[in-house]
Each structure stands twice: as structure tokens, then as C-alpha cells.
């Protein structure tokens, strides 16, 4: 009787750990998720800036301008789920290197110091970014292994745990850039 107990008792001290252990990975993803976002509104927060001080000095950008503006406002009305908002940021970063490129073709922009100060932050936006991404991708990854491994996996599906999707790179992004094609264009 006694030995029954001791096997129902640590049974049950496990079952707290494991679970315990899941719901701090799974609020560690939500954590990291939040640290992309909150860099996604810096990098929100700069456009406007920079569309400003690109506008005083082109005339021939002017669509891709509007769409930059376009894809900002869909991203900051709330009211979107994560996933919408990877994919309006995979549609402005495209956007974004488009016009980073064309501005090549600005001498006098690219001497200005509001300017250059603005792409120095974005730069800096962008790795930030990338890093906070990386760091999602970990914290998903430790996640799923939890509730996807032996003995996790026997009792995640009962705790109504389920996998999380990693951030991927769109296949337009892992090709290899040209810098013939960049800059003829």
C-alpha cells in the first residue's frame, strides 16, 4: 500500500513539473514573439520619417512610397493575427530593399544627413529584427521538442498542447541576390 502511494505520489510530482515546464516554454515563445513585435513598431515607427525625407527628393518613387505606407498602416491597425503580420512584414522589407536600392540613383539624397541618419536606424532596426527572430525561432523549437519528444509526447496531446510554426524565410528571400539585376533596374 504504502509503495502504491509513493508510485501515485511521484507520478503526480511529475506530471506538475512536466506541466509546469511546458507552460513556461509555451509563455517563453509568447515572450519572444512580443520582443519581434515590439521591434516591428520601431521599424513601423521609422517609416513615415523616412518616406518624408524620400519624397522631397524623388518623384519617380512615388508607388512604391504609397505601397510602403499602404503595408504600414494594414500592420499597425491591430486586430491582425501573427501570421498576417509575418506576412505584411515579408511584403514591406521586400518593399523597403526595393527602395533602399532605387535610392541609388540620388546622389543628393543619399548626402543628406536626415537620411543617412534614418538608414543607419533601419539598418540597425532590421538586425535587431533579425536577431529578436532567431530568438523566437529558439524559444519555438525548445517548445516543440518538449511536447514532441518521448515522454512529452504522451501527455502534451492530453494537456491540449500543440506544436508551434518557426518564422521561415519567403522563398523570394533565399535566393541569391544579383547585384547586376539590383542595379539595372
Same mark, same amino acid.
Request: proline content about 3%.
Given at each position: 500500500?504504502?509503495?502504491?502511494?509513493?508510485?501515485?505520489?511521484?507520478?503526480? +510530482? #511529475?506530471?506538475?513539473? #512536466?506541466? &509546469?515546464?511546458?507552460?513556461? $516554454?509555451?509563455?517563453?515563445?509568447?515572450?519572444? #514573439?512580443?520582443?519581434?513585435?515590439?521591434?516591428? $513598431?520601431?521599424?513601423?515607427?521609422?517609416?513615415?520619417?523616412?518616406? !518624408?525625407?524620400?519624397?522631397? *527628393?524623388?518623384?519617380?518613387?512615388?508607388?512604391?512610397?504609397?505601397?510602403?505606407?499602404?503595408?504600414?498602416?494594414?500592420?499597425? %491597425?491591430?486586430?491582425? =493575427?501573427?501570421?498576417?503580420?509575418?506576412?505584411?512584414? %515579408?511584403?514591406?522589407?521586400?518593399?523597403?530593399?526595393?527602395?533602399?536600392? /532605387?535610392?541609388?540613383?540620388?546622389?543628393? +539624397? $543619399?548626402?543628406?544627413?536626415?537620411?543617412? &541618419?534614418?538608414?543607419?536606424?533601419?539598418?540597425?532596426? !532590421?538586425?535587431?529584427?533579425?536577431?529578436?527572430?532567431?530568438? *523566437? &525561432?529558439? %524559444?519555438? =523549437?525548445?517548445? &516543440? /521538442?518538449?511536447?514532441?519528444?518521448?515522454?512529452?509526447?504522451?501527455?502534451?496531446?492530453? +494537456?491540449? #498542447?500543440?506544436?508551434?510554426?518557426?518564422?521561415?524565410?519567403?522563398?523570394?528571400?533565399?535566393?541569391?541576390?544579383?547585384? $547586376?539585376? +539590383?542595379?539595372? /533596374?
Amino acid at each position: 500500500m504504502i509503495i502504491a502511494l509513493i508510485i501515485i505520489g511521484v507520478i503526480f +510530482l #511529475f506530471g506538475i513539473f #512536466f506541466y &509546469n515546464s511546458l507552460i513556461g $516554454k509555451k509563455n517563453q515563445v509568447t515572450n519572444a #514573439f512580443s520582443a519581434i513585435d515590439v521591434m516591428l $513598431k520601431k521599424r513601423f515607427d521609422l517609416i513615415p520619417n523616412l518616406v !518624408e525625407v524620400v519624397k522631397q *527628393y524623388t518623384t519617380y518613387e512615388q508607388g512604391t512610397l504609397t505601397k510602403i505606407v499602404e503595408l504600414r498602416a494594414k500592420a499597425t %491597425s491591430g486586430n491582425i =493575427t501573427p501570421s498576417e503580420k509575418a506576412q505584411l512584414d %515579408s511584403e514591406l522589407s521586400s518593399s523597403m530593399k526595393g527602395l533602399m536600392v /532605387n535610392i541609388e540613383n540620388y546622389p543628393d +539624397l $543619399k548626402a543628406n544627413t536626415n537620411f543617412i &541618419n534614418l538608414q543607419t536606424t533601419w539598418t540597425e532596426s !532590421e538586425e535587431q529584427i533579425a536577431a529578436a527572430r532567431r530568438t *523566437y &525561432n529558439a %524559444s519555438v =523549437t525548445d517548445y &516543440n /521538442n518538449a511536447i514532441m519528444m518521448f515522454p512529452g509526447s504522451l501527455f502534451a496531446g492530453m +494537456l491540449n #498542447f500543440q506544436p508551434t510554426p518557426v518564422l521561415e524565410t519567403a522563398a523570394e528571400e533565399r535566393k541569391n541576390i544579383s547585384a $547586376k539585376d +539590383l542595379f539595372n /533596374n
